[in-house]
């Protein structure tokens, strides 16, 4: 399957490249949440309305992995390689322990209910951040309930899982994240607001900052959400048309067009180099020229 990319910078196809792009499965309700273990070389993703996660293996086969999921979204595995998952139907965010069991990481905050945990990252240290948009309180991609929450914010759980804090809460709907190559700095997209800021990270953990860093704009379907950093430092995030890859500055390099709405994708197999790409019903993979960044 050839699908254009808008090239807007020389650079672009040095980072991205001309390869096909192939789709690998198709037949979903909408996918979220791709997230590949580097070493048990397989790729999980999350399929919202059907409240279902799969899993896509080293021989090509994709078999269910969990249900029901909660209507699970953003995944993503901890400095020890467990996974943990965001989830729209009970707005918690949860870990996958080796014997089996779900260990709750968070579900309130000041005695409220958490909207829906939506896209999550781990820091080195083993902090989680995480955003808390309300889209798993609507149809289809959650249960329809009321927010208890006056705001929608990102967080951090600590990494011993004993202390949830509120770092930002001017968001209108805050989705993916992601942290620069050093960790100084978080990049938080907005969903509604169509740009990506840039925080400063402390010694703490907690944020300074908040600047609008980049806005993702075109034509086509699509909107900030997935967003992942390459090995040097270029930034992936979905936008209208596609995935819009930006350089370490915030200049646009170019858009990955995608056949369908895409939501989010991670960087796999043994080289890092294949994007996979969870775009609505489908999910798709396109190798790239920068490898991604291994998550432990």
Known sequence: MSIPARARHSGFGDVVGNAAMERLATGYGFIEGPVWHPYEKWLVF????QSRMYRLGASGEIELFRAPSHKANGNTLDRQGRLVTCEHATSRVTRAEPNGTTTVLATHHEGKQLNSPNDI???TGGSIYFTDPTYGRAEFY???RPQELPFQGVYRIDGNGARLTLLADDFVQPNGLCFSLDESRLFVNDTERGHIRVFGVEAN???NGGAVWAVTEGDGLGAPDGMKIDSRGNLYCT???GIHVFDASG???GVIATPED???FTFGDEDLRSLYIAASTSLYRLRVRVPGLRLF
């Open 239 to 241: 936008g209208p048309g």
């Open 205 to 207: 953990g907690d944020l």
């Open 262 to 264: 895409c939501a989010n």
């Open 251 to 253: 200049d646009l390099l």
């Open 46 to 49: 999350s399929d919202i309305p």
């Open 121 to 123: 990252v781990v820091a």
């Open 142 to 144: 959650g249960v329809p």
